[in-house]
């Protein structure tokens, strides 16, 4: 999910802990366990500090560790031990166990997007995307809103929270049906379909789909029940080929490859350069790809610039290939 929603998240984790006899009666822990909720339900997103590396190493790493099993334990230990220093005589294991919540409830929620996270490492590297609710669902986020406004006008925070919880359950309920229509009505369309990728968008009645089959991938959208076809291409794995070889040598498409499960590539002879490129299918806006990865070599198959990441034009693209050359 998005940060604001993480962060609504965690209060309502710290009011939902007024329901613990161990922090009803006492402001101090009630202080230290909504720190340790808002935290910690942050906590797993602190790997987007390296973007300012650079986008390969955010791509490949952003939700790996730190939303992996070990991670659940790691975050809450760490929370605990520097709460408990700088707030001595609060209960440690009240303060594990809500930021444990909170930690845990962020890797849950994010697995609910296409975008996902690689929960299981290390036990598997596989991301776990269910696709069922887009990065920032306004129904989720102002349903918190609401709910923290009513603690604010004196509803208890405890039972406030918990109601809104049980709604959001139903509500996590309802999308995966509605997720599940669209996979049905889409094998209907293409039963000899291998795989179909679901992308849910901030509108409830529309998801971004691509459907696979042996021979072809068909780009559409859902909306209200319709299904409505784009573009499709040509399924051509990747080929064994002294060109491409090459490029995936190459960091940024390495990146790429390690998170997208469905693209189409190409590869175009220019003046003095080859350029391949590979274009993630699944986030189609407005008649454009916006993730690439585009690779640029010589004569000698020498990687001359590269560049993964979103971009929204052409011109935008190419300005940062030839940023990278220069660096």
């Excluded at 006492?26 to 997103?45: E, H, K, L, N, Y």
Aim: charge should be neutral; avoid cysteine; hydrophobic fraction near 45%.
């Amino acid at each position: 999910m998005d940060t604001g929603t993480h962060v609504v998240m965690g209060i309502a984790i710290g009011g939902l802990a007024t329901l613990d006899p161990n922090v009803s009666g006492d402001p101090t822990m009630q202080s230290a366990v909504m720190i340790a909720a808002i935290i910690g339900s942050q906590a797993p997103d602190f790997d987007t500090v390296l973007k300012l590396k650079n986008n390969a190493v955010y791509i490949r790493n952003h939700r790996g560790i730190t939303h992996s099993l070990p991670a659940l334990l790691v975050w809450p230990v760490l929370l605990t031990a520097g709460i408990t220093l700088f707030m001595p005589g609060v209960e440690w294991l009240t303060i594990f166990l809500w930021s444990l919540l909170a930690v845990v409830l962020h890797v849950f929620v994010d697995i609910f997007n296409a975008y996902g996270t690689q929960a299981l490492r290390p036990i598997s590297n596989r991301w776990i995307a269910l696709g069922v609710i887009n990065i920032f669902d306004p129904f989720i986020f102002f349903m918190h809103l609401g709910a923290i406004a009513m603690w604010a006008f004196g509803s208890h925070p405890g039972i406030t929270f918990l109601l809104l919880y049980v709604v959001l359950a139903l509500y996590y309920i309802w999308r995966i049906y509605e997720k599940q229509k669209v996979v049905k009505h889409a094998r209907r369309l293409h039963p000899n379909a291998t795989h179909i990728f679901v992308s849910p968008t901030i509108r409830w009645n529309q998801f971004h789909l691509v459907i696979r089959t042996p021979t072809t991938l068909y780009v559409a959208e859902s909306r209200d029940n319709q299904i409505n076809f784009f573009e499709k291409y040509s399924f051509d794995p990747i080929p064994d080929d002294p060109v491409i070889n090459a490029a995936r040598k190459d960091k940024n498409l390495a990146a790429f490859l390690s998170f997208s499960p469905t693209y189409r590539w190409e590869v175009e002879m220019k003046d003095d350069l080859t350029e391949v490129r590979f274009v993630d299918l699944r986030y189609r806006s407005k008649g454009h790809y916006p993730f690439v990865a585009i690779v640029q070599l010589d004569d000698n198959l020498n990687i001359l610039s590269s560049y993964t990441g979103w971009v929204f034009s052409e011109e935008t693209l190419q300005k940062k290939l030839n940023l990278e050359e220069q660096l």
